[in-house]
């Protein structure tokens, strides 16, 4: 069973970096597709970036697009997002996900329990 611990989160000013990690077990993330979402108080979850199994391709919101980057390192089976020049709207719990696609449908699935980002102004 895949499990997915996210961390790394806190409370910063505007303009600083703050760098999520979440560590995962039970699945190699080499293959998976892991997506980091977040949700801001009343609003829903929302896509931030990804990271395709075996190409590694990236993609990004629009919002993270030019200040995430997101990245792993396979050998500590680890998915990182690094957030540069943070704003208040990016304040949220960030959640990982985990997919690992078998076949061309999920045959893995995980979400982490989140992790806290505050930006203040």
């Known amino acids: 069973q895949v499990q997915l611990v996210e961390s790394g989160g806190g409370l910063v000013e505007t303009g600083e970096s703050l760098t999520l990690s979440c560590a995962v077990s039970?699945?190699?993330?080499?293959?998976?597709?892991v997506t980091w979402y977040r949700q801001a108080p009343g609003k829903e979850r929302e896509f931030v970036a990804r990271i395709s199994g075996g190409s590694s391709s990236t993609s990004y919101s629009v919002s993270a697009k030019g200040r995430f980057t997101i990245s792993r390192d396979i050998a500590k089976n680890t998915v990182y997002l690094l957030m540069n020049s943070l704003k208040p709207e990016d304040t949220a719990v960030y959640y990982c996900n985990y997919e690992r696609f078998v076949g061309g449908t999920v045959d893995q699935d995980a979400w982490g329990q989140g992790t806290q980002v505050t930006v203040s102004s």
């Open positions: 039970g699945g190699p993330t080499g293959i998976a597709t």
